[in-house]
């Protein structure tokens, strides 16, 4: 069975203060890792996607990265707009189609 | 870019209620999925449809069922809404040839009293 865990549940940064968001994830024969972000009461909005170990995206603050067993968001000098959910997902060959999620991070950014 | 838009953003319904919940994408998009998303559970999958007029079950089908009459449209059914039920549910499309890359749209708060 596919799985993808997060880590941590929640981080908390100043702004300026560098971090990164863990994903690890366990699928047969993967297809993708993608990241989303997602606001409070609103649809998750895509950020990347990551097709083999190596691999890295970046979009203004984030960077995505991808070994064979996890996937790195790295957010550097974050903004207090920067603070959301981060989900990470997964997508594997027996599972045409269908994502397994994360349960996300939620992170938060103070000024 | 690709747009996926949902009927309602908040709904009230009562417990008996057939309540039905639409999608719609703008990209011609094969493949549509319907997700609840509830604190601590993260996002489950309801159902699924790789075309128009099938329909696969995903992880928690109970008490749904769904409809793919056109391609662009796909919807999803409470047939007896339960207050179990009140959750935030979530549309999304995919599409050839990132068949895995899902886009989703702003989703339904449903509450059921």
């Known amino acids: 069975e596919d799985q993808v865990t997060q880590s941590p549940e929640a981080l908390r940064l100043q702004e300026g203060e560098s971090s990164s968001l863990n994903c690890s994830y366990t699928?047969?024969?993967?297809?993708?890792l993608f990241w989303y972000r997602q606001d409070p009461g609103k649809g998750p909005e895509f950020l990347f996607t990551?097709?083999?170990a190596g691999e890295e995206k970046e979009k203004e603050r984030l960077k995505a990265t991808l070994t064979k067993k996890e996937s790195f968001l790295h957010i550097t000098a974050p903004k207090p707009e920067d603070s959301a959910t981060y989900l990470c997902a997964a997508a594997g060959g027996t599972s045409y189609g269908k994502l397994t999620f994360g349960q996300g991070t939620i992170l938060t950014v103070h000024p | 870019d690709v747009k996926v838009t949902q009927s309602s953003r908040y709904l009230v319904k009562r417990t008996g209620e057939k309540v039905f919940l639409e999608c719609v994408q703008d990209m011609d998009h094969e493949n549509m999925f319907w997700y609840r998303q509830d604190p601590g559970l993260g996002l489950r999958l309801i159902y699924f449809s790789y075309d128009v007029k099938m329909k696969e079950k995903g992880d928690i089908p109970e008490g749904y069922s769904v409809s793919r009459e056109k391609k662009e449209r796909f919807s999803l059914i409470l047939e007896s809404a339960s207050t179990n039920q009140t959750s935030m549910y979530l549309c999304?499309?995919?599409?050839?040839?990132?068949?895995?890359?899902?886009?989703f749209g702003p989703g339904t708060r449903l509450t059921v009293t």
């Open positions: 699928v047969s024969g993967l297809r993708g």
């Open positions: 990551l097709y083999s």
């Open positions: 999304a499309s995919s599409g050839v040839p990132q068949t895995y890359e899902q886009y």
